[in-house]
């Protein structure tokens, strides 16, 4: 079983920037495939960014592309999710997900994990 707890959500301006941080709990967090997704006031959750058990491998959607990157510590067992250039429509609470498998299938990443988080609330205002 693994444990996930988020933190660094807040309150930011638009052109502003966070760091969410996501500690994990295992022996084998390292072998873990990590990720972000986020869910907006009446939207689905979507997929944010992932990366791969060593960190050697992210991938991003389209809208965060060029402005989010993730990256992992596998000896705090941590990952972060450095958001910048942050939008209005960057509003949502951000989950932190664990295992499972990345799958890219036409240029489209498809991420199913294994475990959730809490979640942490971001508010950026314009």
């Known amino acids: 079983q693994v444990q996930l707890v988020e933190s660094g959500g807040g309150l930011v301006q638009a052109g502003g920037s966070l760091r969410l941080s996501c500690a994990a709990s295992?022996?084998?967090?390292?072998?873990?495939?990590m990720g972000w997704f986020r869910q907006a006031p009446g939207k689905e959750r979507e997929f944010v960014a992932a990366?791969?058990?060593?960190?050697?491998?992210?991938y991003y959607a389209d809208s965060v592309k060029g402005r989010f990157t993730i990256s992992r510590d596998n000896a705090k067992n941590t990952v972060y999710l450095q958001m910048n250039s942050l939008k209005s429509e960057d509003t949502a609470v951000y989950y932190c997900?664990?295992?499972?498998?990345?799958?890219?299938?036409?240029?489209?990443?498809?991420?199913?994990?294994?475990?959730w988080g809490q979640g942490t609330q971001v508010t950026v205002s314009s």
């Open positions: 997900a664990a295992g499972g498998r990345i799958v890219v299938v036409l240029f489209t990443v498809r991420y199913d994990p294994d475990y």
């Open positions: 295992g022996r084998t967090f390292s072998s873990y495939a």
């Open positions: 990366i791969n058990w060593s960190g050697g491998s992210t």
